[in-house]
């Protein structure tokens, strides 16, 4: 190693104190070497020194081995420590790593060689922990701040759309003819716009844990049939039909409705975007403990290529037709925080078929 290591030896034996200072010397690692009596005089030197690799006894006076690592754990004290102990017993070893130890070694193994690679060892190990907490804090500071922009930004966005709105809304009855179609054109875009923002919040939510549910039993073919009387109009538009194929049992959900609807609404929608014109199949069947919900549209299907993205967020995929990608996103996550699951099947020139579980109402 380039630099000078410190050490820092903790044993209440003088004796093995002095063998383990002695294996270190002849180690070869060129180390400077303090020691330290007790955990009290540990404690004092580490908070006022640092230190590479603390070389730890399990039996100190007043708190043991395994008390004084959790000690500087919960202080913040992330160097290694490397238990130099005589007891070997399987349950102290793992209660010493459960507190925070990096490494160990037997006292009646504590030849120089095998003492430097541990040390050595235990050295790289920490600082390569160190160096993952470091970008863990990096990303956590990085989420935050991103958040908190998107909140802004969002907040600042919405008073501007919602004064086009009432702007255009106002227009309408002063405006006839031709140009009326601009009106309609600012309205889209405004409705656009709102529902842009909506996602990007929804998908941060879902990402930081805060997606929140109103359970409810809810029956599931209900569900269904109000998805599909919902989008019937946009789907004719298109040249095509929506049908609901429920099951003469009722299957009661627990489940979030509005929630669940959303879940429906961004399958279908997706359908509506890159199926237009065909059919698009709804159904509901009991599997189990749980209820296999399932969108299903006839058109081109999803090229393979594709179909491991189809869930990432901002990935517009398919024929890359605009929008945020966060439509099929933020279903997943609506439907994993039910505890369920989403997924997809496709074949090109086969169509796709989208389907999510739901626990069953006990």
Not at 77 to 101: N, S, W
Request: with cysteine; charged share 25%.
């Amino acid at each position: 190693m380039s630099e000078k290591l410190r050490l820092l030896v903790i044993d209440d034996d003088l004796v093995d104190r002095l063998a383990i200072r002695r294996a270190v010397e002849q180690s070869g690692l060129g180390a400077s070497i303090e020691e330290a009596g007790n955990a009290d005089e540990a404690l004092a030197q580490v908070a006022s020194h640092e230190f590479d690799c603390l070389l730890l006894d399990q039996d100190l006076p007043g708190m043991s081995g395994i008390e004084l690592t959790r000690a500087l754990r919960t202080a913040g004290k992330l160097m290694p420590i490397v238990f130099v102990t005589g007891r070997q017993a399987e349950d102290i070893l793992q209660e010493a790593i459960d507190a925070g130890v990096t490494d160990f070694i037997p006292k009646n193994d504590l030849s120089p060689r095998r003492l430097g690679l541990r040390i050595s060892f235990a050295i790289r190990i920490g600082k390569a922990e160190a160096e993952s907490a470091q970008a863990v804090l990096r990303a956590t500071r990085a989420a935050r701040g991103r958040d908190e922009i998107l909140a802004v930004v969002s907040h600042d966005l919405r008073g501007p759309l919602h004064a086009i709105s009432l702007a255009t809304e106002a227009l309408r009855d002063e405006i006839t003819g031709a140009p009326a179609r601009y009106l309609g054109a600012i309205e889209r875009a405004s409705l656009r716009a709102e529902r842009l923002i909506a996602d990007l919040l929804e998908a941060s939510a879902i990402e930081n844990g805060a997606l929140t549910l109103a359970r409810a039993p809810v029956d599931g073919g209900a569900i269904l049939r109000q998805a599909a009387a919902d989008h019937e109009l946009l789907v004719k538009e298109t040249g095509g039909k929506i049908v609901a194929h429920i099951p003469e049992e009722q299957i009661v959900v627990s489940a979030d409705r509005d929630r669940v609807l959303q879940v429906l609404g961004n399958l279908i929608g997706n359908s509506l975007k890159h199926a237009k014109g065909a059919p698009i199949d709804l159904m509901i069947e009991r599997q189990n403990d749980q209820a296999l919900i399932s969108v299903q549209d006839h058109g081109p299907g999803i090229p393979a290529t594709e179909l491991p993205h189809i869930f990432d967020r901002y990935w517009s995929g398919r024929t890359k037709k605009g929008g945020a990608g966060l439509g099929l996103a933020i279903a997943k996550g609506i439907v994993s925080a039910h505890g369920g699951n989403l997924a997809v099947d496709s074949r090109p020139g086969d169509g796709a078929k989208f389907f999510f579980t739901l626990p069953l109402n006990r």
